[in-house]
């Protein structure tokens, strides 16, 4: 069986998942969870980072649920490619560019001076075409010098974006959290409303019973209970109009 | 829709692009000029014959300025898009650390939230029965 889903997965268009996805069962992942609460509890003390409590020696078909261990050296392949753990973008000057501005303050300044930045980078890029058609327009072969400014401009403006992006990245996270949360406040409220006109509806029909209670035992006529019943009908009908 | 980062590339790319496509325009398109009144425009010979995509195109002057023009506006109204995504970039006036704490604060609230979403459900439900009891218990007239 398991050769034969191997058979058909060499075959198959696009690879099927790797098979320990099949472990991740619900009760699976609430047994790991009930381990790893337990190991933090006996653990309190002593481990204060931020990383996944590891659990040891774990049941064989819970193993695939612990995530293993980042690589030690950093380093990790993907496709034949080598690829590093943490990327960081390498500094205009490592790339052999002129930075033509002065850095925006830590990353934990404001970045108001960034798009000043940005915007006087936009304007040069213009004056720097205007400059190179006028030099296109006397002496086409004194192009060059020109045209690698643009370049520089152009990747300098790249850059200051790239270096933007983990900021856009947070500020993102924060709308679709603010979003996620006025949802829930929503459904919480809309439900809360259907709830109290629910029970407005029953308050109704509690009025219109009581009489149905006392009369029916006491003469327990039909007309009576048809009577009754059609009251509470008619509450119905008066609160969904 | 992409985030305002990348439009913001791409708008960075699509200038440079509009540069690249307005000279070529203006290589393209340009008229010859006599440059005395002896002067005779060649035609180009069977045998040098370039690839077209070299060849000149001339058009006629007032639509070559014409386009020339359009260009020119063209690459005015980047520059401004350019700068107004700039001036829209999420977050300007956050720093990191403000950031973080928002970001904690945030999760805080949603998970009150949910748990206060919980309990409208649950409350939904025991309201839910009991409506249901009720009908149950009534006679159709």
Not at chain 1, 106 to 119: E, F, S
Not at chain 2, 5 to 20: E, G, K, R
Request: proline share 6%; aromatic share 6%; net charge negative.
């Amino acid at each position: 069986m398991a050769e034969q889903s191997q058979q058909s997965a060499l075959g198959a268009t696009f690879p099927a998942p790797p098979p320990f996805w099949q472990a991740f069962t619900p009760e699976n992942v609430d047994r790991i969870a009930q381990l790893r609460a337990a190991q933090a509890g006996e653990a309190e003390s002593t481990s204060s980072d931020t990383k996944p409590i590891r659990v040891l020696d774990l049941p064989s078909e819970l193993r695939f649920l612990q995530p293993p261990e980042p690589p030690a050296d950093g380093v990790w392949n993907c496709f034949g490619g080598r690829y590093f753990l943490t990327e960081p973008i390498p500094t205009l000057a490592e790339a052999g560019v002129e930075q033509l501005y002065t850095p925006p303050a830590t990353p934990t300044g404001k970045h108001v001076d960034r798009a000043l930045i940005l915007k006087r980078l936009a304007k040069s890029l213009l004056l720097n075409f205007l400059e190179l058609v006028g030099i296109m327009s006397v002496d086409p072969s004194q192009n060059t010098e020109k045209i690698q400014d643009l370049r520089t401009i152009f990747i300098n403006f790249h850059h200051l974006l790239n270096e933007y992006r983990p900021h856009q990245a947070r500020e993102s996270l924060i709308l679709m959290m603010q979003d996620q949360l006025d949802r829930s406040r929503a459904e919480t409220e809309g439900i809360m409303r259907m709830k109290e006109k629910v029970e407005g509806i029953l308050e109704g029909l509690g009025e219109a019973k009581l009489p149905e209670s006392d009369d029916t035992k006491m003469d327990g006529t039909d007309a009576m209970e048809e009577d009754i019943g059609k009251g509470i009908w008619d509450e119905l009908e008066k609160e969904f109009s | 829709m992409a985030d305002k980062l990348t439009q913001l590339q791409d708008a960075v790319d699509q200038l440079a692009h509009q540069f690249v496509a307005s000279l070529w325009y203006v290589h393209k398109h340009h008229d010859l000029k006599k440059l005395n009144e002896a002067d005779k425009i060649l035609e180009d010979k069977k045998e040098n014959e370039i690839p077209d995509v070299d060849k000149l195109d001339p058009y006629p002057e007032a639509d070559f300025k014409a386009g020339q023009l359009e260009l020119a506006r063209d690459l005015i109204v980047k520059e401004q898009q350019i700068e107004y995504l700039i001036s829209v970039l999420p977050g300007l006036e956050n720093s990191e650390k403000d950031q973080e704490q928002l970001i904690r604060q945030l999760e805080e609230e949603l998970k009150e939230a949910e748990v206060r979403r919980q309990q409208a459900v649950k409350e939904k439900e025991v309201v839910l029965a009991k409506l249901e009891s009720v009908i149950r218990s009534v006679k159709r007239p």
